[in-house]
């Protein structure tokens, strides 16, 4: 998917520049051919008519364009806390095989600290649509490692007992994390069609407008265009829950590797 390639290899600032460019510039360099071109888009009635369709257009981009960054701004959030649970979940492991005898603390130890490395490397490349199956292989031994606990005391026993119910409650963040990295890609083509749609009709109507003083009227357009490519860095930007500086963040996991470190 181009967003995916364009937020996962450019910085947020390049490509925030390089779409006010692409689309206020386009704009601007439009709106000089219309200008020359077009000398009779002009008069009362023609603005009557440009400022209702503007006025209308404006009401759905506006509209649209918020239940679509509400519904991005959610996934977001959702997986932020998988993410939180998956790390806090990580840390008390890590703390609570500390009651174990050393065999089994170094043996859970080593398992959990290769876990999270490959969680971590299967986060940027669930990220970037690329399975990463040596996750699930080290969560598998993961789970042998406490399968081999021999627990003596009943303090050891109860930590185990509550060990477990952390370590499934890590897998079943892991895996909602990865089916979400996997379906939520962002808005659908046809979703795309509508926002591209909505942003040409609002910039066409400030463009044939009619405003005698030149400079005003590209001042007009330039704004409209850096507000219009503001709006869509935005949609890009929330469209990769596991992506870029707006993304949820892998500070969780890495926690528990400085946990074990």
């Not at 960054?69 to 806090?88: F, H, K, L, N």
């Not at 079943?172 to 069609?193: E, F, I, K, M, N």
Request: with cysteine; charged share 15%.
């Amino acid at each position: 998917m181009i967003s995916q390639w364009l937020v996962s290899n450019l910085p947020s600032w390049v490509l925030l520049v390089a779409i006010i460019a692409v689309v206020a510039g386009g704009a601007v360099l439009l709106q000089t051919v219309v200008r020359r071109n077009f000398p009779n888009l002009k008069g009362e009635e023609h603005n009557d008519v440009i400022k209702f369709a503007f006025g209308v257009i404006g009401f759905v981009f506006a509209f649209f364009l918020g239940f679509v960054v509400s519904a991005m701004w959610g996934q977001i959030g959702d997986a932020d806390g998988r993410a939180r649970t998956e790390g806090a979940a990580g840390v008390q492991l890590a703390r609570t095989a500390m009651a174990f005898d050393q065999p089994d603390r170094d043996g859970i130890r080593k398992a959990l600290l290769e876990y999270q490395q490959a969680a971590l490397v299967e986060w940027n490349e669930n990220a970037k649509g690329n399975a990463y199956p040596e996750a699930d292989e080290a969560l598998t031994r993961l789970y042998s490692a406490y399968a081999g606990v021999n627990a003596r005391t009943d303090t050891q026993k109860t930590l185990l007992s509550a060990s477990y119910g952390n370590l499934d409650s890590m897998s079943q963040a892991h895996t909602q994390r990865v089916l979400q990295a996997r379906t939520d890609t962002g808005p659908p083509w046809s979703l795309w069609a509508v926002i591209w749609l909505t942003s040409a009709l609002m910039l066409a109507c400030a463009i044939i407008y009619d405003v005698q003083k030149p400079s005003t009227h590209y001042a007009m357009v330039t704004i409209l265009g850096v507000l219009v490519a503001v709006n869509l860095f935005l949609v890009m930007e929330l469209s990769h829950p596991f992506l870029g500086d707006v993304g949820t963040s892998s500070e969780p996991l890495k926690e528990v590797v400085r946990q074990l470190s």
